[in-house]
């Protein structure tokens, strides 16, 4: 019966769902709400948050998600207790557990459609590593960023020894990751971290006008783009070359090239259906 409910009206623990229109397209707005302790990813929000990806998959409609925190903070990341909750626990089963954590947690990153964080606040450890695993990130100038997981005599999880030098660089990555040191959203912006920085009330709003933007595009051209972005630039310029020659092949037979190269010469928005 649930599964008949749209995702958008559903509820989810520890979670804010909302919808947000454009046309034919829409965007999925999710807030980790847990404020009162800093969205730290409950074991109810992590079930919540896996369940909506399901939902999304299926939404053929959906052109983008934006993904923010409720109060001050983005998300403080993992329970701290819950990582040292079974200390007779062997290395196999929390290797299985701290795997489909990971995986439940990166599912909505792995939509097949742009993703972007809206870092209203301290973003921490696995928190960060939710935000690197976005598509884009805009930043509250005053947030606080780490990873600090060896602090903790923890290694970094949730893909952030690929993730960060894969958007910082090798060097600034170490420097993180080793140090663990508090980086401000301003900072953040000069390490190429996230796209710009903000006043904290409006980041959301930074996110959502450039998710329009995306919602706004070619669905075929933005979903090829994704693929070809999320593959690091692939391994060499000619690897690239055959993708775009592909790709770019696949758009130029679609209905919406015609239409945008049509809207671009009437100079007026362009009408994308998707085919």
């Known amino acids: 019966m649930t599964d008949e409910i749209p995702w958008w009206e559903q509820d989810y623990a520890d979670l804010t769902v909302a919808l947000?229109?454009?046309?034919?397209?829409?965007?999925?707005?999710?807030?980790?709400?847990?404020?009162?302790?800093?969205?730290?990813?409950?074991?109810?929000?992590?079930?919540?948050?896996?369940?909506?990806?399901?939902?999304?998959?299926?939404?053929?409609r959906l052109a983008c998600v934006v993904v923010t925190g409720a109060g001050s903070a983005f998300c403080a990341g993992g329970n701290l207790s819950w990582l040292v909750a079974e200390p007779d626990?062997?290395?196999?089963?929390?290797?299985?557990?701290?795997?489909?954590?990971?995986?439940?947690?990166?599912?909505?990153?792995?939509?097949?459609v742009p993703v972007i964080a809206a870092v209203n606040g301290h973003a921490v450890?696995?928190?960060?590593?939710?935000a690197l695993a976005c598509d884009v990130r805009y930043v509250a100038s005053t947030a606080k960023l780490s990873v600090?997981?060896?602090?903790?005599?923890?290694?970094?999880?949730?893909?952030t020894t690929w993730s960060l030098p894969r958007v910082v660089g090798e060097a600034v990555a170490a420097d993180l990751l080793l140090t663990g040191r508090v980086v401000t959203g301003d900072e953040a912006v000069g390490l190429g971290l996230a796209?710009?920085?903000?006043?904290?009330?409006?980041?959301?709003?930074?996110?959502?006008?450039?998710?329009d933007r995306v919602a706004a595009a070619a669905p075929v051209a933005t979903r090829l783009t994704l693929a070809a972005l999320r593959q690091g630039g692939h391994a060499s310029s000619g690897v690239a070359l055959q993708w775009e020659a592909l790709a770019q092949a696949t758009t130029m037979a679609t209905r919406d090239l015609r239409e945008g190269i049509e809207a671009a010469t009437e100079r007026r928005p362009a009408r994308f259906t998707g085919r």
């Open 20 to 60: 947000r229109e454009q046309g034919e397209r829409r965007t999925c707005v999710v807030t980790l709400d847990l404020p009162q302790q800093r969205n730290a990813m409950s074991e109810a929000m992590t079930a919540s948050w896996a369940r909506l990806a399901d939902l999304l998959r299926g939404d053929t």
């Open 89 to 112: 626990a062997t290395v196999a089963d929390l290797r299985a557990r701290m795997l489909t954590f990971y995986q439940q947690w990166l599912s909505v990153p792995a939509l097949e």
């Open 125 to 130: 450890g696995a928190g960060l590593a939710l």
């Open 148 to 159: 600090p997981f060896t602090s903790l005599g923890l290694h970094p999880g949730m893909a």
């Open 195 to 211: 796209s710009a920085s903000a006043a904290a009330d409006d980041v959301l709003d930074l996110a959502l006008a450039a998710a």
